[in-house]
């Protein structure tokens, strides 16, 4: 029989709180058997603006989703966007003191890159383990428990976020009820959801186009490498055309929806077409030209910025693979040959990933129907993600950097000594 686990995510953006409940009986097998969508625009740019609001709307997108897998929520995983993300590649080394390395040999390492790298005002959101020098070996290993060695030099992806953003989050969280298990950046969980083997190994940029903020990660062989947050996102699209019209901003967005595009060359320079705003008595006429210009120009400002933190990083080189594109932002109709162009490199648009499923033990065929149509939404692929992550290597793998890994080593040898005293004790009874 396998072992199974409900898992559940809360994911913050700017335009909403997306809630899933997921039932993983294996990496390869997690079944969605509950979510929650409440719209609401108090996170943005990684800040609360409205404490209230937004806790509301948190604590109604986990009750959603509790009555639909009927079950209760005591803790989640947190995924979310900042643009005071700061992140960097980082190197603990410990010497061993024993003959082989232990947990507490990892937890010292990753405490050594903390030393190093993470400023006294900074919390240590997320890392993720590149790999393992032993001695002064040239290949990195993934797993270095039990090895004999005499040094393990630890290399980190480090992501840090404010003491105080931090704070602020969990003390948000628990007046919801809940505690927080893992933070995330979104980016990494999309990634997850997103990117084939093939391309993290090959190299590779995740661009993740929210609504206020654009997320960035680059793997190469398989590590990450590189994040990012830029402040700017699609509502930034909806803004201009609010101004540049003269709408306000939902009727706005909905043109944007209903008409918008970011590829200017499928465009017939002479093509009108009637809008009529709600609550207005006279259709304006616009030209779509106009309007695909307008969107073009935020995107090409966009996507500048993440080239400018990509050459800054001298990584441009290293993406063979080109660019995965994901979020509600690059959902616009003609973004991809938009992007290939501007970008001059591959580009594509993620798929739904295989491993998602809705549950299908369910009695009641409305709920069923509902958690398979989130399955196809889009909205919901970061927090999908982050059900992935929890199963994936890479977690495995930085987890034994983790305080928890001594406690859980402790456990584990603890068990082994009682096998041990046990099969004694048989030894002189036969």
């Given amino acids: 029989m396998k072992n199974t686990e409900n898992l559940v995510v809360v994911h913050l953006s700017a335009t909403a709180?997306?809630?899933?409940?997921?039932?993983?009986?294996?990496?390869?097998?997690?079944?969605?058997?509950?979510?929650?969508?409440?719209?609401?625009?108090?996170f943005y740019q990684g800040q609360i603006k409205h404490r209230e609001r937004l806790q509301s709307a948190i604590k109604q997108a986990i009750q959603d989703a509790e009555d639909m897998a009927n079950c209760r929520v005591h803790s989640v995983w947190l995924t979310l966007a900042t643009p005071d993300l700061v992140?960097?590649?980082?190197?603990?080394?410990?010497?061993?003191?024993?003959?082989?390395?232990?947990?507490?040999?990892?937890?010292?390492?990753?405490s050594a890159a903390k030393k190093a790298d993470l400023p006294s005002n900074y919390y240590l959101m997320h890392c993720c383990q590149q790999g393992i020098y032993i001695n002064?070996?040239?290949?990195m290993v993934d797993n270095a428990i039990e090895i004999v060695a005499d040094e393990i030099t630890v290399m980190y992806h480090m992501m840090m976020i404010p003491v105080s953003t931090r704070q602020n989050i969990q003390k948000l969280l628990q007046s919801c009820d809940v505690g927080i298990d893992h933070v995330v950046f979104d980016a990494v969980t999309s990634a997850e959801y997103s990117l084939m083997l093939e391309e993290r190994q090959q190299g590779v940029c995740l661009v993740d186009i929210g609504a206020s903020t654009t997320s960035i990660c680059v793997y190469k062989e398989n590590k990450l490498i590189f994040t990012r947050c830029?402040?700017?996102?699609?509502?930034?699209?909806?803004?201009?055309?609010?101004?540049?019209?003269?709408?306000?901003?939902?009727?706005?967005?909905?043109?944007?929806k209903l008409h918008g595009t970011v590829d200017i060359n499928s465009i017939d320079p002479g093509y009108f077409f009637k809008f009529k705003p709600q609550g207005t008595s006279e259709a304006l006429n616009i030209h779509m030209y106009s309007l695909a210009q307008i969107i073009e120009a935020r995107y090409i400002h966009i996507f500048t910025e993440v080239v400018r933190q990509l050459h800054e990083?001298?990584?441009?080189?290293?993406?063979?693979?080109?660019?995965?594109?994901?979020?509600?932002?690059?959902?616009?109709?003609?973004?991809?040959p938009f992007a290939k162009k501007l970008l001059k490199m591959p580009v594509?648009?993620?798929?739904?990933?295989?491993?998602?499923?809705?549950?299908?033990?369910?009695?009641?065929?409305?709920?069923?129907?509902?958690?398979n149509?989130?399955?196809?939404?889009?909205?919901?692929?970061?927090?999908?993600?982050?059900?992935l992550y929890s199963q994936s290597?890479?977690?495995?793998?930085?987890?034994?950097?983790?305080?928890?890994?001594?406690?859980?080593?402790?456990?584990?040898?603890l068990f082994k000594g009682m096998r041990q005293s046990f099969g004694n004790v048989l030894k002189k009874i036969l």
């Fill in 17 to 42: 709180v997306h809630v899933v409940i997921g039932h993983v009986v294996s990496a390869k097998d997690i079944r969605i058997i509950g979510t929650g969508h409440v719209k609401n625009s108090d």
């Fill in 87 to 110: 992140s960097t590649n980082s190197a603990g080394s410990v010497l061993i003191e024993e003959d082989s390395v232990h947990a507490q040999d990892m937890v010292n390492a990753l």
């Fill in 136 to 139: 002064d070996h040239d290949h």
């Fill in 230 to 256: 830029i402040p700017s996102g699609s509502h930034e699209v909806t803004m201009d055309i609010s101004a540049d019209i003269g709408i306000s901003m939902i009727e706005a967005e909905k043109l944007k």
């Fill in 313 to 336: 990083a001298d990584l441009l080189g290293y993406i063979d693979r080109g660019m995965v594109l994901t979020g509600g932002g690059s959902s616009i109709k003609g973004m991809v």
């Fill in 348 to 371: 594509v648009l993620t798929n739904t990933h295989p491993h998602i499923t809705a549950d299908d033990q369910t009695d009641d065929e409305d709920i069923f129907k509902v958690l």
């Fill in 373 to 387: 149509t989130s399955i196809h939404n889009r909205e919901y692929q970061t927090a999908f993600g982050a059900l």
């Fill in 393 to 413: 290597e890479q977690f495995r793998n930085s987890e034994q950097s983790e305080p928890e890994a001594i406690a859980n080593s402790n456990s584990l040898s």
